[in-house]
C-alpha cells in the first residue's frame, strides 16, 4: 500500500501549540449529507448518527432554508429566509431514522425533482439519556413532590424512550412517601396499579440511597408519578417522545436533548413573557444560543459570547433571518445575562420568550478540534486573512456584522461548489443560490478568506463566524490527522 495515498495517517507530534481534540471522528457528530430532489418519499442515510436537527438548503438554485428538529417534531419548521418568521407547519421531514431521515415527495425546498439538497445535521442527546432528579417532599395544599428544588410542586415531566432516569429519594422530607409509576393518574389512589416495567426500587424513602430507577421503554404509555401511601402527590410523566428530558435548572421549566460530547443542546420550553433561565444540559457554558419563539411571527436571534470589543456582550444579538441584519445590543433577548454552565437567560420579549409560545433554542459550546465560533477582521486583500480552527473545516459560516451583506455558509464536497468543484463559491443563507465573489478555501487547521468582497473579507471590517470539523488537526493520542 502507498503510504502516502492511504485516507489518513498518523505521525507523532511533540508541537503543544497544536491543539488536541477530544472527538476522533467529527461525523458521529455534525455532517452534511447531498441528495438530488426526487419528487417522492426520499430517505436520506449513511450518516454517523441519528440527527437530531436539520438545517436544509438548495445549493443549485433559488430555496428556501428550513430549520427542522426532531424535539418540536416533524411539522414545525423554521424558515430563517423569511423574513415573517412564521412557522411553517408542511411536514418536509417525515421522519427520522438511526441514520439520517426521511423526506416526503414535491417539496420545493427539500425534495423538488433534478434540485440538489444539502442538510447540516446536528447530533444532540442521542438514544439513552440518563438523568437523575433530587426529590423532595413539600407542603403546598397538602404534601407534594418536587424535583431539584424547582419552584413548582407535580409538575408534568418528560421522559424520554430508551433514558435512565432515577428518582433521588434520600431527602428525609421522603420519609414515608416511596414515588412509584402507573399508567393511571394518581395510581393506586386513582383505581390503578403500580407500573414496574424497567422499574428498580433501592432503600428506604428518606434515608441515603433510597431512588426508583426507571429505564423507559419504547413506545412506553403516559405514566403518572405517585405516592403509594398518600393521594395526591404526582403528576404526569410523558414517555411518547424520542428527544429530550425534564430540566430544572432554570427558573423556566424546559425539555433539554444535551451532546456533552460534542457541545450541542436543543432546548424548548413555552414561553413565559417574563425574563427567566432555561437549563441546557451541557456542563459547560455555551458561547452561541440560536432561539426562536415558534409560535411567533419572528425571525428568532443569535448570540455569542466571544465578542471581545464591547463592553456588554451578553446583550449581542442578530436576527438570523435577515440578510441585512447588523450586530445589535440590547437586553430584551438575554436578560443581560451571561450563559452559565447549567442555565441561559431570556427576557420576556415575543422574539424568544412570548407568553405560552412554543420556543426552542439551540446552544452551541466549543469542543477543541471540534468546533470553533469567534471573530476576524477582514484585510480586504485576495490574500486574505487565515483563521485557526485547530481542524480542517467540514462547514463554516460567516456573517459581516456591520453591514448589510448575505450570511455566507460553505460546506465541503458539495459538486459544483464545495471541495469537488469550483472552490469559490459559497452557499448564502438567503433565496439566491451562490456568490462566486465571497470566496474562502478551507485548510489543514482552518480557513483562509481570499476575496476583497464584503461578505467575507472587507478591510477592517469584523466577522461573526462558526466552524464544524471534518478532520481535526491532532488527534486525542497526540498524532496529527492527514486528509487525502
Known amino acids: ?203 428506604t424513602p428518606g434515608n441515603a440511597g433510597a431512588k426508583t430507577v426507571i429505564t423507559v421503554a419504547s413506545s412506553a404509555p403516559t405514566l403518572y408519578y405517585y405516592c403509594t401511601a398518600h393521594s395526591g402527590m404526582g403528576g404526569t410523566a410523558n414517555t411518547n417522545v424520542t428527544t429530550g428530558s425534564s430540566n430544572f435548572a432554570g427558573s423556566i421549566l424546559s425539555v433539554a436533548s444535551p451532546n456533552t460530547t460534542s457541545g450541542f443542546s436543543l432546548v424548548k420550553w413555552v414561553g413565559t413573557g417574563s425574563a427567566g433561565t432555561l437549563g441546557h444540559g451541557l456542563g459547560v457554558a455555551p458561547k452561541i444560543i440560536i432561539a426562536k419563539n415558534m409560535s411567533a411571527g419572528n425571525t428568532g436571534a443569535t448570540l455569542n459570547m466571544s465578542k471581545m470589543f464591547v463592553t456588554d456582550p451578553q446583550t449581542d444579538f442578530m436576527q438570523f433571518a435577515w440578510n441585512n441584519s447588523q450586530l445589535g445590543d440590547g437586553a430584551d433577548r438575554w436578560n443581560d445575562g451571561a450563559p452559565t454552565t447549567s442555565v441561559f437567560s431570556v427576557g420576556g420579549t415575543s422574539q424568544v420568550n412570548g407568553s405560552s409560545g412554543d420556543c426552542v433554542a439551540y446552544c452551541f459550546a466549543e469542543v477543541q478540534g471540534f468546533s470553533k465560533f469567534g471573530y476576524y477582521t477582514g484585510n480586504g486583500s485576495t490574500n486574505g486573512v487565515t483563521i485557526y480552527c485547530g481542524f480542517k473545516p467540514k462547514w463554516i459560516m460567516v456573517k459581516n456584522i456591520s453591514a448589510t451583506e ?70 486525542t493520542n497526540g498524532t496529527i490527522a492527514l486528509a487525502t
Not at 443549485?60 to 416533524?74: C, K, P, Y
Request: glycine share 12%; aromatic share 12%; hydrophobic share 30%.
Open 406 to 475: 448575505d450570511w455566507a455558509v460553505k460546506v465541503s464536497g458539495l459538486t459544483g461548489y464545495g471541495l469537488g468543484g469550483e472552490r469559490t463559491r459559497t452557499t448564502k443563507l438567503g433565496d439566491t443560490d451562490s456568490s462566486s465573489n465571497a470566496t474562502v478555501n478551507f485548510e489543514s487547521t482552518g480557513f483562509r478568506t481570499t476575496t476583497t468582497d464584503a461578505k467575507t473579507n472587507g478591510n477592517g471590517v469584523q466577522y461573526f463566524y462558526m466552524a464544524f470539523a471534518e478532520m481535526p488537526t491532532v488527534g
Open 1 to 203: 500500500m502507498d503510504f502516502y495515498q492511504s485516507a489518513q495517517r498518523t505521525l507523532r507530534t511533540q508541537d503543544n501549540d497544536m491543539a488536541y481534540t477530544t472527538i476522533e471522528k467529527p461525523s458521529d457528530h455534525f455532517d452534511c449529507p447531498i441528495w438530488t430532489g426526487s419528487d417522492s418519499t426520499t430517505t436520506v442515510n449513511g450518516m454517523g448518527f441519528k440527527p437530531d436537527a436539520l438545517w436544509v438548503k438548495r445549493y443549485d438554485g433559488a430555496g428556501a432554508s428550513i430549520f427542522n428538529n426532531s424535539t418540536l417534531g416533524v411539522a414545525k419548521n423554521w424558515k430563517t429566509t423569511d423574513y415573517s418568521g412564521a412557522t411553517d407547519t408542511a411536514t418536509y421531514v417525515a421522519s427520522y431514522t438511526s441514520d439520517g431521515f426521511t423526506l416526503t415527495g414535491n417539496k420545493a425546498d427539500t425534495n423538488d425533482a433534478s434540485n440538489k439538497y444539502f442538510s447540516s445535521c446536528w447530533k444532540a442527546g442521542g438514544t439513552s439519556p440518563t438523568q437523575t432528579y433530587v426529590v423532595k417532599v413539600v407542603s403546598d395544599s397538602g404534601n407534594k413532590y418536587r424535583f431539584d428544588n424547582f419552584g413548582t410542586s407535580a409538575v408534568a415531566i418528560q421522559l424520554q424512550e430508551g433514558g435512565v432516569y432515577t428518582f433521588d429519594q434520600a431527602d428525609s422530607s421522603n420519609s414515608g412517601h416511596p414515588l412509584r409509576f402507573s399508567t393511571t393518574a394518581n395510581g393506586s389512589h386513582g383505581g390503578g396499579s403500580e407500573y414496574t416495567t424497567g422499574v428498580v426500587v433501592s432503600g
